[in-house]
């Protein structure tokens, strides 16, 4: 699609904060109107707007398109968005360690347990250890514990959380993210830390260097989001 708009601009509104295009206030991609919640998060979608060349590249909208997700879909069904979450803490990866006497298990401890063991004891839940693939069911009060404090979170955290916690195939991870002093690049560490072992262990594609970028490029935008939000 050609560029059709010159001047990009944000503005406050009773409800919130809105980009506009020549003007124009923008809607979202389902139609309603694009309202967001901060001037931060306004200014950021804004900067994609001000990116675009002679055409617009519709996958440089990473700002945009959580928005209008957040807007869209998990305004109007966050039930579904946290059942989708807590299915995460019952199968996360930070749970699901190596064997004991592997080097991988050392590894796992020493990068995984202190980010488990800090959402433990913020959250007031208890997750079980589990060496090996074979599944162990969590404890229903934590999960129900973690379902009321995901339902305390608006939509625009809420669709933040859900792009990282499937990232990270961890919702431990999502929620430290969320956390104001949150260190994307470390917290990313952990999420890859069995892939880059791999990737250590037998060697790297180039393909598979390009796709992990990726997913870190999302995994930090959406902590980058999330943080705008509040």
């Known amino acids: 699609m050609k560029r059709f708009y010159k001047d990009v601009s944000v503005a406050e509104t009773d409800l919130g904060w809105t980009v506009h295009l020549d003007g124009r206030p923008i809607k979202t991609q389902g139609g309603q109107p694009q309202v967001l919640p901060s001037e931060a998060m306004a200014e950021m979608l804004a900067a994609e707007w001000c990116a675009q060349g002679e055409k617009i590249d519709p996958s440089s909208f990473r700002f945009r398109d959580m928005a209008d997700y957040a807007l869209d879909v998990v305004a109007r069904d966050a039930e579904s968005v946290i059942d989708k979450l807590v299915g995460y803490a019952e199968t996360d990866t930070l749970c699901y360690r190596a064997d004991p006497e ?13 980010i488990l063991a800090a959402m433990e004891a913020r959250e007031g839940v208890t997750l079980h250890r589990v060496s090996g693939i074979v599944h162990k069911a969590q404890p229903a009060t934590s999960l129900n ?27 431990c991870v999502g929620l430290e993210a969320l956390e104001e002093a949150a260190d994307g690049e470390g917290l990313w ?7 880059e072992w791999q990737a250590d262990l037998w060697g790297r594609e180039e ?23 509040s």
């Open 145 to 171: 514990t973690l379902r009321q404090r995901l339902a305390a979170l608006g939509p625009f955290h809420l669709a933040a959380l859900e792009q990282i916690t499937a990232l990270a195939a961890s919702l």
């Open 102 to 114: 592997e080097p991988l298990y050392r590894r796992q401890q020493e990068v995984w347990e202190p």
């Open 207 to 229: 393909e598979a260097e390009e796709r992990r970028a990726k997913r870190k490029g999302d995994f930090l935008a959406a902590i980058e989001f999330a943080q705008a939000a």
């Open 189 to 195: 560490a952990a999420a890859s830390l069995e892939e």
